[in-house]
């Protein structure tokens, strides 16, 4: 496998992994753009563009996108975060020439026409309530804006009925000219293609952009302490712990990774393990890493009855009291270890997965290597690093606790 960059000179980058074996292409463009480069009017609206991107261009209708895809047996889609939104598609190799044809043209000549805007409004709308109906995506929500307060890393990426509900074409437009016309933007191809084929193909049809400056996020401020409680009839209560952790452009991510493993990453983790195999307080517990390019959170999460709410709160805490104060074994750091291991090299057998790494690693990270060099920076990860990470991210004075659903009547907390 051979990873390979050029740098047009309008600043977007063209990213490309050559697989041999390979014989479907995947190829993606991202714009480092996302829910972060919002404010609460326009909550969503990245979501919404990523949306109306598929909705038609002075040479295709959305259903010619979409059968244009399809006729060769390929697949297209889009997905928006809190800190990119890109758009990508896979086809057989031989196919490769239709897909950039494909995304230039969505990515360049958009309509964002009237009608498909009232329509796609309404399937957002759709997407909303969906969010709103499923307990564990509402708490998510619930729990981001609680703990980041006012800023936009608290705004949740499908946006609100509300905001969603005021755009029309002029501000669409006008944010996708602003936000989504600058320098940054990156394109990846996996595949067994050679790199000068996939760079001079996407070089006639980018190289022509003007682009401005990269747009500068606002930095986090320190995030907001304490217990956010919303009632909701609901069957359980879900409930969130959420502490600061490392960024992603942290030489500690890997670190970070393997104390998540070891905390609740797994069915073998401390917490599966004295939650629900132990005790049978929930079914679904678990803990997680959000990694930002300035900020981070490690957050915990299970859903219980409210009898046991507090018993559950009570044993996390213990687990998170043992891990700090320093608990954590040199043969659970091994084990962490060789679960994110294993877990890369299934990873690496998706093209989407190898589009992903490389993407992430030029907007952020500016390193272009391949994805296998992952193991190496997980074998990297020593005991100690693992202990000192611990004894810092969770101290239970650093946690906020979310919780909706049937609370109990004496209400929860995490106390310090």
Not at 242 to 247: H, L, T, Y
Not at 323 to 341: H, N, P, S
Request: overall charge negative; charged content about 25%; aromatic content about 8%.
């Amino acid at each position: 496998m051979t990873v390979a960059r050029t740098l047009l000179d309008n600043g977007v980058a063209i990213v490309t992994e050559r697989v041999p074996y390979l014989r479907s292409t995947t190829v993606g463009i991202w714009v480092p753009v996302g829910s972060r480069a919002e404010t609460p009017r326009d909550s969503g609206i990245a979501h919404c563009i990523e949306h109306m991107l598929f909705k038609g261009t002075p040479r295709r209708r959305a259903i010619d996108i979409s059968r244009a895809i399809e006729s060769v047996g390929g697949t297209m889609n889009a997905y928006t975060s809190r800190e990119y939104t890109y758009f990508f598609a896979k086809s057989m190799e031989k196919d490769f020439g239709l897909l950039v044809d494909l995304l230039t043209d969505i990515y360049r000549n958009s309509l964002f026409d009237e009608e498909e805007l009232s329509r796609e409004k309404g399937v957002i709308l759709q997407e909303i309530l969906m969010v709103d109906d499923t307990p564990e995506e509402y708490l998510h929500d619930f729990f981001n804006a609680s703990f980041w307060g006012g800023h936009p890393l608290g705004l949740p990426v499908q946006g609100t009925a509300a905001s969603v509900e005021g755009f029309d074409r002029e501000r669409i437009v006008s944010w996708f000219g602003d936000r989504f016309r600058r320098r940054g933007i990156v394109v990846t191809a996996v595949g067994n293609l050679p790199h000068e084929e996939v760079a001079g193909s996407f070089r006639s049809a980018m190289e022509s952009m003007a682009l401005a400056e990269p747009l500068r996020p606002v930095p986090p401020a320190d995030p907001v302490r304490g217990t956010f409680l919303r009632r909701r009839p609901l069957e359980q209560v879900h409930l969130c712990l959420g502490a600061p952790a490392v960024p992603r452009r942290s030489e500690r991510i890997y670190a970070m990774d393997v104390l998540n493993a070891i905390l609740g990453g797994s069915s073998s983790s401390r917490l599966f393990q004295q939650v629900r195999e132990e005790r049978g307080l929930a079914y679904s517990v678990g803990s997680s890493i959000s990694a930002y390019a300035d900020a981070g959170i490690l957050e915990v999460y299970a859903g219980t009855g409210k009898e046991h709410a507090g018993e559950l709160l009570s044993v996390a805490g213990r687990v998170v009291d043992d891990m700090q104060r320093g608990g954590v074994t040199d043969e659970e750091v091994a084990f962490g270890k060789e679960l994110i291991k294993g877990n890369t090299l299934l990873s690496l057998e998706s093209t989407g997965y190898r589009m992903s790494f490389l993407a992430v690693n030029e907007m952020f990270l500016s390193r272009l290597e391949p994805p296998e060099d992952i193991l190496s920076r997980v074998d990297a990860v020593t005991p100690d690093q693992v202990r000192e990470l611990a004894s810092e991210v969770l101290l239970r004075s650093r946690f906020t606790l979310a919780a909706v659903g049937d609370l109990p009547d004496g209400g929860l907390s995490f106390p310090a």
